[in-house]
């Protein structure tokens, strides 16, 4: 997908370092969870990066699969440079676009940026839109974005302030 002048693609191992150094600038605000380096190469599938026309890494997203029809966008950043520029919005379609080919119904995002998921669907909510069986095989689950979903104690100190949204594809 082309916005502007950026195209979003899968990640690569060799985008991992740039996506760290964008991610670092607000990593540990409490608007976006650290993660280690291991971390991210551990989920460069999951990943997708808006790259500039140098082939440089000014943007990224994952798509985290959840559950049969449920997927989480996580961990949107853009380059301080790019911001406002479509990049943001472009992840986010290509994102959804991903969890379509992978036949997800449903799209969960944990935010503060409630505005701009608004754009693309996304719908505040304040329960666990999952049936008590699904609920009882998620929480086995180690991810904490999963945690997040299920709104388990262990993570409500990450979570502070943090709007619940699902979109449904």
Not at 21 to 47: C, K, M, N, T
Not at 59 to 75: F, I, K, P, T, Y
Not at 122 to 143: G, K
Request: proline share 2%.
């Amino acid at each position: 997908m082309t916005h502007s002048s950026v195209r979003v693609r899968p990640a690569t191992t060799g985008d991992v370092k740039q996506i760290q150094a964008i991610r670092q600038s607000i990593e540990g605000s409490r608007v976006l969870l650290g993660r280690e380096l291991v971390d991210l190469y551990e989920h460069v599938p999951e990943f997708l990066v808006a790259v500039d026309e140098n082939d440089f890494v000014v943007g990224a997203g994952a798509l985290h699969v959840m559950w049969e029809d449920l997927a989480e966008v996580r961990s949107i950043v853009v380059a301080d440079h790019m911001r406002g520029h479509g990049v943001g919005q472009a992840i986010v379609e290509s994102l959804i676009l991903k969890a379509e080919d992978l036949g997800i119904k449903r799209v969960f995002c944990l935010t503060f940026e409630v505005n701009f998921f608004s754009k693309f669907g996304f719908q505040e909510i304040s329960d666990v839109p999952v049936d008590s069986e699904t609920y009882a095989e998620m929480v086995r689950s180690n991810d904490d974005g999963v945690a997040e979903f299920l709104d388990l104690a262990r993570v409500k100190q990450n979570t502070l302030g943090n709007t619940r949204m699902l979109r449904t594809l």
